[in-house]
């Protein structure tokens, strides 16, 4: 009997229970959060990744269903239902409605509209338009802040092609406002997605909307501050750090003001002050002289620059500066923001890059940051820095990101997968379009395992007629094709005569392939991706090089070991001039060099396709009108990808440039106007990435026992000392 009465018992209780349960999914207060697992060697830490009941203490649960509702009334959109796969067939082309009279756009929404504009994906023509982006500045929602902007619900829904909201991306970064800081936008959203940062976990939409990070308004457009990751060991001189406000009152101070506690002043510094706007007086607590006085002692970017870990607590919003600032700083970020969604999470794998905790672990953080190796926290610095230069250095990086995975999803059958987001030189570089198997980019042969084919293809560039059997490009066509690593050779005929007869070209061992320009004398025709390039070596050569099998060879074999590089002979160097605040171009021979020119070099013909596809049009139409600067732009775009110099081979004893005369008609570097144009070159394809991509080296490789007094019989490039 007793039996049958704690069966009764427990049966009411388990659906007293479930009726509890159904009760708080109706009314939205409980949700059941990711579990984050953060890899912290040897330890795992298991966390919940939100936590309700920290959220939004000053609203009932009725007024946030009601702010949820209104703004989100699409909240279960995905890219299936809310949006129109048709409008994107001939590719992902992203309109900006022009602006209306009178209206004012911050400096933060300008950069991002001018980001927009010059990517590759920017279209005038809005009947061309896959993606739609407002005019309307909607980054700061709070509507105590002077950038609020009016009307915002009304100017939206008047546009043409609102529809709803389908196929258009919203920025934002401030939502709600004081005291609660609610996600209010002020407007509905509709079907459009969201760019948000300081992004909930409740109200965001997986694979729809994108969380960004928040950035202040001198976030560098183009370019970007550099990371501060060094070659020094991996400890440092603090363990955890934060400097920051304290909010007395409200949404967001209950971690903050409980950090005294892990505070020890030794190697655990975490500052706070409450002395902040205009009201603080008069809410001070008694330990706000004392935190104040702490506060000044210390500098934050020293903080920052000398510890292993940065806390990043959630401030009034679920987002805050401090975490691009340790990235910039290659501080580990340790984040207490219960329910934020990270930036980019749908690509980057931040387990490998933070610590993501609980709130209410506060007290934990210490102990779990200490338990972290040597070689664990280099790793993460590691990939902190790749990250920050990849997607957060600039607003242009945010930017593109965002589009491109937007990009991703329309094309998923050709999207990147998640080792091309999280590796180097990162998603924004390597094209799905060209591929989506990773093994077909140099820049992941060695984390895969796989070298590069063993033979390569050709590419000589012609601008002047074929007059004889002994012109430079037949002698230099025979040459070539007597390397063992030679596959075929291609000949771009660029020339304004007419495409000789097949007898007029040498007789050779491997395929020989002209392919006839479409436009006379366009220089960047020649890192056109051609199909019939197979191999994946290109050795790019001007008609006029004069190179041996023996340094064709040689070139080869060094390029193997260095496939993402340009490998080749004609170096050339950059410096800045001071006396004219400009960089110049200098073909001096010195030390060191920071560019190998494309008239006799190997590189990988992936290349091509990003030359082509990558570099906006019109960079490629400026090279093209003025017939030069192809191959240093050729370099700049390399040494951007891979954060690394090109690398030069064995200089000939006697090496100048061959100035062919070809009947009346000289070679181009035969022009006085040619050195003064590629000065401005260097300008003006600084001013497009916003910095110096370039870097120097002073590394020559030689074959072994080169110049060596030894016989000649020992050595395997023989010719190359005949030279």
């Known amino acids: 009997m007793q039996a049958k009465k704690r069966y009764l018992l427990v049966s009411v209780g388990a659906g007293l229970l479930f009726l509890v349960y159904l009760w708080a999914l109706q009314i939205g207060e409980f949700h059941f959060g990711n579990i984050w697992v953060v890899l912290t060697s040897p330890i795992f830490f298991f966390v919940q990744a939100d936590s309700p009941q920290l959220h939004h203490q000053h609203t009932s649960p009725r007024e946030r269903r009601a702010i949820r509702d209104n703004i989100y009334k699409n909240k279960r959109c995905r890219m299936e239902t809310c949006f129109d796969f048709s409008r994107c067939q001939s590719g992902f082309r992203v309109y900006i409605y022009p602006p209306q009279r009178g209206d004012e756009i911050s400096v933060t929404y300008q950069k991002i509209l001018s980001s927009i504009e010059e990517s590759r994906f920017h279209t005038r023509d809005p009947s061309r338009a896959c993606l739609f982006v407002l005019a309307v500045d909607t980054l700061d929602r709070d509507q105590l802040s002077v950038q609020y902007v009016q009307n915002v619900r009304l100017r939206i829904q008047n546009l043409p092609t609102w529809n709803d909201g389908r196929n258009h991306l919203i920025f934002n970064l401030y939502s709600g406002t004081w005291p609660d800081y609610t996600e209010d936008l002020g407007f509905g959203v509709g079907q459009a997605m969201l760019a948000k940062a300081s992004a909930d976990v409740v109200n965001f939409r997986p694979t729809f909307d994108i969380s960004i990070p928040l950035f202040s308004k001198d976030h560098p457009l183009k370019g970007g501050g550099i990371g501060y990751l060094t070659d020094a060991p991996p400890s440092r001189k603090y363990l955890l750090v934060f400097k920051g406000k304290r909010y007395l009152t409200g949404i967001g101070s209950e971690t903050r003001n409980a950090l005294y506690h892990i505070h020890n002043g030794d190697d655990v510094i975490l500052l706070t002050t409450c002395k902040h706007g205009k009201d603080w007086e008069k809410h001070k607590d008694s330990r706000c002289d004392r935190d104040n006085e702490e506060y000044s002692k210390f500098d934050y970017q020293e903080l920052l620059h000398n510890s292993s870990f940065c806390l990043v607590p959630r401030g009034r919003r679920l987002g805050s500066f401090r975490f691009l600032e340790a990235l910039q700083a290659a501080c580990i970020p340790v984040i207490l923001s219960n329910g934020w969604e990270p930036p980019f999470s749908e690509v980057i794998e931040w387990r490998k890059a933070a610590i993501i905790g609980d709130e209410r672990l506060l007290l934990q953080v210490p102990s779990i940051t200490r338990s972290?190796?040597?070689?664990?926290?280099?790793?993460?610095?590691?990939?902190?820095?790749?990250?920050?230069?990849?997607?957060?250095?600039?607003?242009?990086?945010?930017?593109?990101?965002?589009?491109?995975?937007?990009?991703?999803?329309?094309?998923?059958?050709?999207?990147?997968?998640?080792?091309?987001?999280?590796?180097?030189?990162?998603?924004?570089?390597?094209?799905?379009?060209?591929?989506?198997?990773?093994?077909?980019?140099?820049?992941?042969?060695?984390?895969?395992?796989?070298?590069?084919?063993?033979?390569?293809?050709?590419?000589?560039?012609?601008?002047?007629?074929?007059?004889?059997?002994?012109?430079?490009?037949?002698?230099?066509?025979?040459?070539?094709?007597?390397?063992?690593?030679?596959?075929?050779?291609?000949?771009?005929?660029?020339?304004?005569?007419?495409?000789?007869?097949?007898?007029?070209?040498?007789?050779?061992?491997?395929?020989?392939?002209?392919?006839?320009?479409?436009?006379?004398?366009?220089?960047?025709?020649?890192?056109?991706?051609?199909?019939?390039?197979?191999?994946?070596?290109?050795?790019?050569?001007?008609?006029?090089?004069?190179?041996?099998?023996?340094?064709?060879?040689f070139a080869f074999t060094v390029w193997q070991s260095f496939p993402e590089r340009i490998v080749g002979y004609p170096a050339r160097s950059h410096y800045w001039d001071s006396s004219r605040s400009r960089w110049g171009y200098t073909s001096k021979w010195t030390n060191d060099y920071s560019m190998v020119l494309t008239g006799a070099a190997f590189y990988h013909r992936y290349y091509h396709y990003l030359y082509t596809h990558y570099v906006p049009a019109s960079l490629l139409t400026t090279v093209d009108h003025i017939a030069n600067c192809e191959d240093i732009l050729m370099n700049f775009l390399i040494s951007t990808v891979t954060k690394q110099p090109p690398i030069k081979v064995t200089q000939k004893k006697q090496y100048k440039e061959t100035l062919m005369m070809q009947g009346s008609k000289a070679s181009r570097w035969a022009d006085p106007d040619h050195f003064a144009q590629r000065q401005t070159c260097m300008n003006v394809f600084t001013h497009w990435l916003g910095y110096m991509p370039l870097v120097h080296s002073q590394m020559r490789l030689d074959p072994v026992l080169f110049r060596d007094q030894v016989s000649i019989l020992r050595k395997k490039y023989r010719d190359i000392e005949k030279l």
């Open 372 to 553: 972290v190796g040597h070689d664990r926290i280099l790793a993460l610095r590691q990939q902190i820095q790749f990250l920050w230069d990849a997607y957060f250095s600039s607003v242009a990086k945010i930017v593109s990101t965002t589009l491109e995975i937007i990009q991703d999803r329309i094309d998923s059958h050709v999207s990147r997968n998640r080792l091309l987001w999280n590796s180097l030189p990162g998603g924004l570089y390597a094209l799905p379009q060209y591929s989506a198997d990773p093994t077909q980019f140099p820049f992941y042969y060695s984390i895969l395992g796989k070298s590069p084919s063993q033979q390569f293809t050709a590419l000589i560039h012609t601008v002047t007629p074929l007059q004889s059997q002994m012109s430079p490009v037949v002698k230099l066509i025979i040459a070539v094709a007597k390397s063992k690593f030679c596959a075929q050779i291609v000949v771009l005929w660029n020339c304004d005569k007419p495409l000789p007869p097949r007898n007029k070209w040498p007789s050779t061992s491997v395929p020989l392939t002209v392919i006839e320009g479409l436009t006379k004398v366009t220089m960047s025709s020649r890192f056109f991706p051609h199909e019939v390039i197979l191999t994946d070596a290109i050795l790019s050569l001007d008609e006029d090089s004069v190179l041996s099998t023996n340094e064709v060879d």
